[in-house]
Structure formats: C-alpha cells, structure tokens
C-alpha cells in the first residue's frame, strides 16, 4: 500500500476483503471505515462493505446503523429487516417491509409476503394469514402470490381465490 499510493483504496479494500475471508471482521470493518474516510467517492460502497461485514460477524445492530446510511434503496431496508428479525424485533422488521412495499413497486409483493412470515414468526397467526390473504388479493399473477396462497393451504388449511388470476 506504502508503494502504490495512488491505489491505496484499492489495497485496503483488498486487505478488508481478505481479512473479512478469514472471519477477521473487526481488522476488516476498520479499513472499511477508512476506506468510508479517505474515498469520499465510493463512500456508499464501502458503508454498504461495512455493513456487511458487522451482518457477516453476527453483530446485527451495528449493520442496521450502517445499512441505514447507506443509499441503496430498498435493499438497505431488507438487509436492515434481516437483521432486525435475528434480533427478534418484528414490528421494526414489518415496519422495514411495508416502507418497501410502499416505495418499490416491483418489491412490494415481496415485502408484503414477508410481513406475513414476520407476523408468523412473532406468533400472531390471525396477522400473518392476512398478510398473506393479501399478497393473494393484490398481486394475484405474482409468483409471492402462488407462495402465499400454497402456505395458506399448507400451513392453515385454508383456501383462498387467487382473485384476478383467471383470464377472460
């Protein structure tokens, strides 16, 4: 790194990379953060490796603070959600998820069918089933919409209409 200055990024994102290989997490998260420093112009990539690498090390709360700065709309929400559900947090989780459903229209009826896995998670049945009757509702042709309807059947013995779904 000493040698080639005008690619020390590069060198320390390497040295991270590999130290991040060999489980040497916190060696690895503080290049990352000089990396965050000094390369002003990827600072969003190297937030983003920062994240990772707390999520990789098990430490879930300090990737959710790193996820949060990050840019990368909405997988910063799911991979916040993820870390959100290992720390058994579901209304944060849910909260994460809806915010996804709400601004990605192409995400949204994924979201929405893990708000209905989150619900199940956290041991409210009557929550999840709507959650997933709705996926069902909305988005009728989706392939979240064969999952939830096949959980229905599966899990609670239901039958639901995959309403729309028939073409004329």
């Given at each position: 790194?000493?040698?080639?200055?005008?690619?020390?990024?590069?060198?320390?994102?390497?040295?991270?990379?590999?130290?991040?290989?060999?489980?040497?997490?916190?060696?690895?998260?503080?290049?990352?953060?000089?990396?965050?420093?000094?390369?002003?112009?990827?600072?969003?990539?190297?937030?983003?490796?920062?994240?990772?690498?707390?999520?990789?090390?098990?430490?879930?709360?300090?990737?959710?603070?790193?996820?949060?700065?990050?840019?990368?709309?909405?997988?910063?929400?799911?991979?916040?959600?993820?870390?959100?559900?290992?720390?058994?947090?579901?209304?944060?989780?849910?909260?994460?998820?809806?915010?996804?459903?709400?601004?990605?229209k192409?995400?949204a009826?994924?979201?929405?069918?893990?708000?209905?896995?989150?619900?199940?998670?956290?041991?409210?049945?009557?929550?999840?089933?709507?959650?997933?009757?709705?996926?069902?509702?909305?988005?009728?042709?989706?392939?979240?919409?064969?999952?939830?309807?096949?959980?229905?059947?599966?899990?609670?013995?239901?039958?639901?209409?995959?309403?729309?779904?028939?073409?004329?």
């Amino acid at each position: 790194m000493s040698e080639d200055v005008e690619n020390q990024s590069k060198w320390k994102a390497e040295s991270a990379a590999a130290y991040r290989e060999f489980n040497k997490y916190n060696e690895a998260i503080a290049l990352y953060q000089q990396l965050v420093q000094e390369d002003a112009a990827n600072a969003d990539r190297w937030l983003w490796e920062t994240a990772t690498t707390h999520k990789d090390a098990g430490q879930w709360k300090e990737a959710i603070g790193c996820f949060r700065q990050s840019e990368r709309f909405p997988d910063s929400y799911w991979e916040m959600a993820s870390c959100h559900l290992r720390l058994k947090q579901h209304n944060e989780a849910i909260t994460l998820y809806n915010q996804i459903a709400g601004g990605d229209k192409g995400r949204a009826s994924g979201a929405m069918l893990q708000i209905g896995y989150t619900e199940e998670e956290a041991k409210r049945s009557d929550k999840a089933i709507s959650a997933f009757k709705k996926v069902c509702r909305l988005f009728p042709k989706d392939q979240h919409a064969s999952r939830a309807h096949a959980h229905l059947q599966n899990k609670y013995k239901l039958t639901v209409t995959l309403g729309g779904a028939k073409q004329d």
